[in-house]
T-cell receptor, first 113, second 113 residues
Framework: GAGVSQTPSNKVTEKGKYVELRCDPI?????LYWYRQSLGQGPEFLIY????????DSGLPNDRFFAVRPEGSVSTLKIQRTERGDSAVYLC???????????FGEGSRLTVL | AQSVTQLDSHVSVSEGTPVLLRCNYS??????LFWYVQHPNKGLQLLLK??????LVKGINGFEAEFKKSETSFHLTKPSAHMSDAAEYFC???????????FGTGTRLTIIP
């Protein structure tokens, strides 16, 4: 079966622009996570959905970052007024509830010039 | 808050020799611990997990890890390294209160032919 799919795989944008990153989780997985990985670092937690609701958004760095999952499947991470420091690989993962095992996509690499 | 510390940012071993990647954890209660592997340009993949059953955990590709509460450690080992083991390895602690994963900073494993 299909794994977690993330689009775009690469995005280059200019400082101040708006960006959307999309995640298609594995069918039937109720939990969906967004992580951010900067060069040479481990993935950093951003937000976690259980179904349609954000169960924990404590990792979102500021109010420029927002994520939605309106129908409990596909999720979109939205970044407003991008800054150069937002450049990173944004990872999405999904999980069957309560297993602790995450299935990761290959990430969306965001470069802000 | 739970956390993990990976003691080596980079480990190099010769092909056919043992691998040891070190991880220490900090947790106020018995944690759930994972190792994930990230090959170049690939998504993160679960290698093995400890969830308070047997303290010696076997994973994929011949890797195993031992949970030692007295040492607060969860080191990853493999008896004989293979060229295909070259990758970045992350030690992870899971907060089952909200299923949030916290990653270590990673250890890059290089295999010398």
């Amino acid at each position: 079966g299909a794994g977690v799919s993330q689009t775009p795989s690469n995005k280059v944008t200019e400082k101040g622009k708006y960006v959307e990153l999309r995640c298609d989780p594995i069918s039937g997985h109720t939990a969906l996570y967004w992580y951010r990985q900067s060069l040479g670092q481990g993935p950093e937690f951003l937000i976690y959905f259980q179904g349609t609701g954000a169960a924990d958004d404590s990792g979102l760095p500021n109010d420029r970052f927002f994520a939605v999952r309106p129908e409990g499947s596909v999720s979109t991470l939205k970044i407003q007024r991008t800054e150069r420091g937002d450049s990173a690989v944004y990872l999405c993962a999904s999980s069957p509830k309560n297993t602790g095992e995450l299935f990761f996509g290959e990430g969306s690499r965001l470069t802000v010039l | 808050a739970q956390s993990v510390t990976q003691l080596d940012s980079h480990v190099s071993v010769s092909e056919g020799t043992p691998v040891l990647l070190r991880c220490n954890y900090s947790s106020s209660y018995s944690p759930s611990l994972f190792w994930y592997v990230q090959h170049p340009n690939k998504g993160l993949q679960l290698l093995l997990k400890y969830t308070s059953a047997a303290t010696l955990v076997k994973g994929i590709n011949g890797f195993e890890a031992e949970f030692k509460k007295s040492e607060t450690s969860f080191h990853l080992t493999k008896p004989s390294a293979h060229m295909s083991d070259a990758a970045e390895y992350f030690c992870v602690v899971v907060d089952f209160g909200n299923e949030k994963l916290t990653f270590g900073t990673g250890t890059r494993l290089t295999i010398i032919p």
